[in-house]
């Protein structure tokens, strides 16, 4: 005569599944969301603002988190348009102005 005993969680995790194997995946979505925020909130003042290291950093930040699959897409994709938008204005300012794009007295 067997007895069966009961691996399960009392908070519902499922049969059998370790302690720390739910919380990888929760994990990596926060850090891919918490990536898609920083890309954003970079991207923002990288219009007018250091655009020649906010830009890049924007744009690096919002593609990992797209790859790292964030619930929060669309702030990831604004964070790269932003970046890309910043490097733009550079260039135009660059070319059009010596990369000046306040002058402040004659």
Known sequence: ???VT???SPIGTGAGTATGTTA???RR???ADDLAVASFLLGLPGLLLFNIVLGPLAI???TLALARGTRRRGRAVL???LGIAGLAV???TTVADHGVLWQIGD
């Open 60 to 62: 690096t930040l919002g």
């Open 1 to 3: 005569m067997s007895t």
């Open 90 to 92: 550079l260039a135009v």
């Open 24 to 26: 990888r995946p929760r």
């Open 79 to 81: 964070g790269v348009v």
């Open 29 to 31: 979505a926060a850090e």
């Open 6 to 8: 009961n691996t399960s």
